[in-house]
């Protein structure tokens, strides 16, 4: 079974997947008794997400694809900063104040955030949100933001201020104004989530892609792939060129780059991607895919890898035996580095 992974489609082309791919597709597997259904692209946690299943039943497999995507619309009521009613809005606004009380899930993904801060030296941190506001706003004015303001969300960054109470489930901002941004985690997340739910209502195998990050588990429909998925990553350098295909087994990818969002201020481009140690947009990298074995690992390591750049990055991710990267430079375009263990994914 063969995937191409929509990293940087242009939105014309992502209208025709939806409305080719607009009824469900089911199909009845070679593989005795499996059936699987593919759903449509749907819009969700800013991006387009697929979500295939493979089950025993076209009813359990349609259940499966259902749950899913409730699991990621909820996490993205519950922890986008885009709207205002989520439950990360309450904390960014008041969490300054006085503790405030939040669900286990929002908990979980603030600990795990906290703890790849520490892995990665701080490249990673989701409390970089009002940098991040800076330049969005910046984007925006089309006016690149001064040292001043530059300075002042600066002052509010900074993950040992955040001050989480596992047991009483509560968040606190040791610093006014502070922001959390879980712009750089909550999609992987919702993704293992999602996987989960698949899972526990009967699938066998399954894939969830939101916007290019992806969970693959259990078995294809195919039994000539039988646990094997494969992906196409896409070659940021080109529209429609892939740059290798990926064979993935109960495994998660996420990619993150420069190339796949960025405002433009006059002529210079700037990633979406904040260095939190200098206020300013990531570039080294256009574009950074982990595998690992939980999307959420996968989505936090890439964001933090697109900061710490390729030397540093590699190295972090060569130390840890479970994860492996695929990067390519701003510089290089074409050429990609690899793990030494990335290897064994990447079909000849
Ligand atoms: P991703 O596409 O997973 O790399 O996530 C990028 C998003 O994460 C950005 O749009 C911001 O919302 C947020 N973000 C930016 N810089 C960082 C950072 N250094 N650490 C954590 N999250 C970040
Ligand atoms: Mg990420």
New binding site residues.
């Given amino acids: 079974m063969e995937r191409c992974i929509l990293n940087r489609t242009p939105r014309a082309a992502i209208t025709i997947v939806a409305i080719v791919t607009a009824i469900v597709v089911i199909r009845i597997s070679t593989q005795p008794d499996v059936y699987s259904v593919d759903s449509p692209f749907r819009q969700v946690m800013g991006t387009f997400a697929r979500v295939s299943a493979v089950s025993g039943s076209e009813k359990t497999a349609q259940l499966c694809v259902d749950a899913a995507f409730d699991e990621l619309t909820g996490v993205d009521d519950m922890m986008s900063?885009y709207k205002a009613d989520s439950e990360l809005s309450e904390v960014n606004n008041n969490a300054f104040g006085e503790p405030v009380k939040v669900s286990g899930a929002l908990m979980e993904v603030l600990l795990a955030?906290v703890e790849y801060?520490r892995q990665t030296g701080g490249?990673?941190?989701?409390t970089?949100?009002p940098?991040?506001d800076l330049w969005r706003q910046a984007g925006k004015d089309s006016q690149k933001p001064t040292d001043e303001q530059l300075a002042a969300a600066k002052a509010k960054v900074g993950y040992e201020n955040l001050i989480l109470d596992s047991q009483s489930l509560t968040v606190r901002f040791r610093v006014e104004g502070m922001r959390l941004?879980?712009?750089?985690?909550a999609?992987?997340y919702a993704i293992d989530r999602a996987a989960e739910a698949m899972r526990a209502n009967g699938a066998l195998g399954g894939m969830i892609d939101v916007?290019g990050?992806i969970q693959c588990f259990g078995i294809t429909p195919e039994p000539e792939t039988r646990e094997n998925w494969v992906i196409g990553l896409q070659d940021p350098g080109s529209d429609t060129g892939l740059l290798v295909k990926l064979k993935l087994t109960d495994t998660a990818v996420?990619?993150?780059?420069d190339y796949?969002?960025f405002v433009l201020i006059g002529d210079d481009r700037f990633s979406?991607?904040?260095?939190?140690q200098t206020s300013i947009a990531?570039g080294k990298l256009s574009s950074?895919t982990i595998i690992a074995p939980t999307a959420m690992q996968a989505?936090?390591l890439?964001?933090?890898v697109?900061?710490m750049g390729h030397e540093k990055g590699m190295e972090l991710i060569e130390s840890l035996p479970d994860a492996e990267a695929i990067l390519i430079r701003t510089a290089a375009k074409g050429e990609f580095l690899t793990t030494s263990g990335a290897q064994r994914y990447i079909q000849p």
């Fill in positions: 900063d955030a801060s490249a990673f941190d989701v970089v949100g940098v991040v941004d879980l712009g750089g985690i999609k992987g916007g990050d996420a990619t993150s780059g796949r969002r979406h991607i904040i260095n939190p990531a950074v989505d936090a890439a964001t933090a697109s900061v």
